[in-house]
Nanobody, 122 residues
Framework: QVQLAESGGDSVQAGGSLRLSCTVS??????MAWFRQAPGKEREGVASMDSDGRTDYADSVKGRFTISRDNAENTLFLQMNSLKPEDAAMYYC??????????????????WGHGTQVTVSS
C-alpha cells in the first residue's frame, strides 16, 4: 500500500521559514513534487525533483523555496524561506513515475498525500 505523509506545516509570520517533509512508503518514486492549494484557488505546482536530482520550480517560489530529497529514506523536503502571505495554502506531496526529463510540478501524479497546512500572517 502506497502512503505519502506530509508534515511540517505551521503558522508563521511573513518573512519566516518552514521546512515541510513528505515520507513515502510502499513506492519508489522517480518523480516527486510539492503542490499547494489555497481556498478558492486552483491547485498550483510548487516544485519537483527526480531521483537523479533534477529540480523544477514555479516562478513564484524561485529563490525562496528549495526542494530536496533523501532517496535512501524515500523522503521529500521543501525548505521555504522568506514566506509571503500569498504562500499560505494546503501543501501536498505527490509522487509518480515519469520518464527522465519529464518530472515537473504539473500534470497527473498517481499518488498524493493528505496535505499539511501553511499559514502566513502579514
Amino acid at each position: 500500500q502506497v502512503q505519502l505523509a506530509e508534515s511540517g506545516g505551521d503558522s508563521v509570520q511573513a518573512g519566516g521559514s518552514l521546512r515541510l517533509s513528505c515520507t513515502v512508503s510502499g513506492y519508489d518514486a522517480f518523480c516527486m513534487a510539492w503542490f499547494r492549494q489555497a481556498p478558492g484557488k486552483e491547485r498550483e505546482g510548487v516544485a519537483s525533483m527526480d531521483s537523479d536530482g533534477r529540480t523544477d520550480y514555479a516562478d513564484s517560489v524561485k529563490g525562496r523555496f528549495t526542494i530536496s530529497r533523501d532517496n535512501a529514506e524515500n523522503t521529500l523536503f521543501l525548505q521555504m524561506n522568506s514566506l509571503k502571505p500569498e504562500d499560505a495554502a494546503m501543501y501536498y506531496c505527490a509522487a509518480d513515475h515519469r520518464r527522465v526529463g519529464f518530472c515537473y510540478p504539473g500534470g497527473p501524479f498517481g499518488y498524493w498525500g493528505h496535505g499539511t497546512q501553511v499559514t502566513v500572517s502579514s
